[in-house]
């Protein structure tokens, strides 16, 4: 699993790395429009043409909801055979049982309800996107794939919890993965062959489509020349601090790590407007050998607008969509949700620049201990939620990264569980650039849990780690804006 997660990672970092030397070649030419929310504006390098007719041609409702269809079904029957469980042996008695049953709250594995089931969720976005329709249409065709599964695909009764995880968390990472796999697509510099399998390893269900259809779907989302930065690390990570808690899991002390990250339509690019979900959005994930996916973050503007502050600072403020899952050996928390907030950038002088995103919100969280001595120890609920992030960028020299996230998953919609848990977590990297996009980075990352039950008292957890890794930066800078 480790080095499955390991190569899907290097194909989306070497593709998005490549294809960020080429952008000034990447913008698609107008017959290769397919999306519906993908019209010309001002923002956009494609001449100033309406499409309006040519993009709702090409969508394809039909194909979409039969894929979903299909996808559910073939899960379901790979779930029967290989499982060992009953849980998928759905009959049309059960589905008609479910139909009128109300919705609730299960207990599945936490890796299969947190990370499984948003997965799926990305597919069902997958196939909606790359069939032409926009963000909101694919959201809905997400959803609705979502609750045919809780319907039909299992004979357990509805779980509220996957609906969340999936329906909207799957939506959120769904379109992060299309809008990676589109950026592969755009680079004209890397053979046909190698982008389209690049583009499928990110987004299987895009890829499905390109496949399926040959030349009928041979068109790519336009990115409309978005700024971005990418940059793959890989290295080693000891354990510096660890308080385990009520888990009874051992804790491997040393771990190999592959970590991806992206931050796509950074501010400040003259004449590129956020008008589209996702304009701006950052994903993160980590693939370790202790307990393969570390974590998987990712946040984008919903609804957003560019500002200005003076000559020096500029922004984007809005709504913010986020599926976060973090994974430190000892515990588990993962969310969905929607946050106000703005991402910036500060030029204060020729050789500094300085970054940062400030989000304050609230969703759906789940969080429990790894194989705990003492099994009631998970919590869903309604969780306010923040982060703060900055980089300090000097010259074409250095970066410094600083992070902080903090989760409050409260009593409320806790399925009569009560109690409470603060989660917050600090990553802080230090990345000195050595030659061209080559580079090494020092990164410190903190974990913290309370918790507070009134069956089992209040329990921490905590869990810090330092590491060394080679970091192959989306270009020889460390994602300055300039304008």
């Not at 890829?207 to 989302?221: E, K, P, V, Y």
């Not at 339509?265 to 008008?275: A, H, I, Q, S, V």
């Not at 020096?312 to 949700?337: C, E, N």
Request: hydrophobic share 35%; charged share 20%.
């Amino acid at each position: 699993m480790f080095f499955a997660a390991l190569a899907i990672g290097l194909s989306t970092a070497c593709g998005i790395v490549v294809a960020q030397s080429a952008d000034g070649d990447a913008s698609p030419s107008p017959s290769r429009i397919v999306s519906a929310d993908d019209p010309a504006s001002r923002s956009s390098p494609l001449p100033a043409r309406d499409f309006s007719a040519d993009i709702e041609a090409r969508k394809r409702y039909g194909t979409a909801a039969l894929e979903i269809i299909g996808f559910d079904v073939l899960v379901n029957l790979v779930n029967r055979h290989a499982s060992g469980s009953s849980d998928y042996d759905s009959t049309l008695s059960t589905i008609k049982r479910n139909l009128h049953s109300s919705w609730g709250v299960d207990n599945d594995p936490f890796r299969i309800n947190q990370l499984g089931h948003p997965y799926q969720g990305s597919m069902y976005h997958g196939f909606a996107r790359s069939s032409g329709l926009n963000f909101w249409e694919s959201f809905a065709y997400t959803f609705a794939g979502s609750a045919a599964w809780e319907i039909a695909g299992e004979k357990t009764r509805p779980s509220g919890n996957d609906q969340v995880a999936s329906g909207i968390g799957g939506a959120f990472l769904g379109e992060a993965l299309f809008r990676m796999a589109s950026l592969v697509l755009e680079n004209k510099s890397t053979p046909s062959f190698w982008r389209e399998v690049g583009a499928a390893a990110i987004s299987p269900s895009t890829g499905f489509n390109r496949l399926a259809f040959g030349q009928r779907d041979d068109t790519i989302f336009s990115s409309h020349g978005a700024e971005y930065y990418s940059r793959l690390n890989l290295g080693y990570s000891r354990s510096g601090q660890n308080d385990a808690g009520l888990s009874t899991t051992p804790v491997k002390r040393n771990e190999a790590q592959a970590e991806f990250a992206i931050d796509y339509g950074l501010p400040g690019k003259p004449g590129y407007e956020y008008t589209r979900p996702f304009d701006h959005f950052s994903f993160q994930a980590t693939a370790t050998s202790a307990n393969t996916f570390e974590n998987v973050l990712t946040r984008g503007s919903l609804f957003a607008r560019g500002y200005e502050l003076g000559p020096k600072y500029r922004g984007v403020l809005g709504l913010y969509g986020s599926y976060d899952y973090i994974a430190p050996q000892t515990f588990r928390v993962s969310s969905t949700a929607l946050s106000l907030g703005t991402t910036g950038q500060y030029r204060a002088s020729d050789t500094i620049t300085m970054q940062g995103t400030a989000l304050l919100g609230a969703g759906y969280a789940a969080v429990g201990t790894v194989r705990s001595i003492d099994e009631r120890d998970y919590h869903y609920g309604v969780a306010p939620q923040g982060l703060l992030a900055f980089r300090m960028i000097y010259a074409n020299k250095f970066s410094l990264d600083l992070t902080g996230r903090e989760y409050f998953v409260s009593r409320i919609a806790a399925a009569q569980r009560g109690g409470h848990e603060n989660i917050a977590r600090l990553d802080a990297a230090l990345t000195m650039r050595i030659k061209g996009p080559h580079a090494v980075s020092i990164k410190y990352l903190g974990n913290r849990r309370d918790v507070s039950y009134p069956d089992i008292g209040s329990r921490k957890q905590t869990r810090a780690t330092i590491g060394i890794f080679y970091t192959l930066l989306g270009h020889d800078q460390f994602g300055a804006v300039e304008w």
